[in-house]
């Protein structure tokens, strides 16, 4: 594996995904970050696996696998290396890299929370927006009517402005002269 990769945040931001309600990254992923065969990842988990609970770490099911590769977030099974692949959330990236122990795991695990981090407070800024957009929309929703009104007056004026008007100034009464 190559040490020395440079990985920069949208590369790593590529290779995550919303599976089950969690934001995860693949098992094949994480070994190629961390610079270590994906079969050696394997291995320091199955030795190590009282520390990745289920929220930690999951296998994907032949479904979610097939979904993953019909939407090409995979590019084929082959991909994959032949077998359903190990997901792991935020969490389980952090105990990985103490898991592995190496330098580079555990600088690339700092860059990969990193990275979590700034798509949650990415999400949260969002959540900011829909909730100021939704205070709007009920805003003007209030306003359609009072719209729908002034419209209603316009149409009047403009049917009473049609309809003969007596002529305003002054007037002279043929009895007042005389």
């Known amino acids: ?4 990769m440079i990985i920069n945040e949208e590369s790593i931001s590529s290779k995550i995904y919303l599976i089950r309600g969690i934001k995860v990254m693949l098992d094949k992923d994480l070994a190629e970050i961390y610079g270590v065969k994906p079969i050696r990842l394997r291995e320091q988990v199955k030795r190590n696996i009282d520390r990745f609970p289920n929220h930690f770490m999951f296998q994907l099911s032949q479904e979610e696998t097939d979904f993953m590769v019909s939407q090409n977030a995979i590019p084929s099974r082959k991909h994959l290396g032949g077998s359903l692949p190990y997901v792991f959330s935020e969490h389980g990236i952090l105990m990985l890299a103490n898991v592995l122990k190496s330098d580079q795991a555990i600088t690339m695990s700092i860059k990969i929370i990193e990275v979590f981090i700034k798509i949650r407070e990415l999400v949260l800024s969002n959540k900011d927006i829909l909730l100021k957009l939704e205070r709007l929309e009920t805003i003007i929703t209030g306003h359609d009517n009072e719209i729908q009104s002034i419209f209603t007056l316009i149409k009047q004026l403009i049917t009473e402005k049609n309809k003969p008007r007596e002529p ?11």
Do not use: Q, R
């Open 1 to 4: 594996m190559e040490t020395g």
């Open 168 to 178: 305003i100034g002054f007037k002279l009464n043929a009895k007042t002269w005389v």
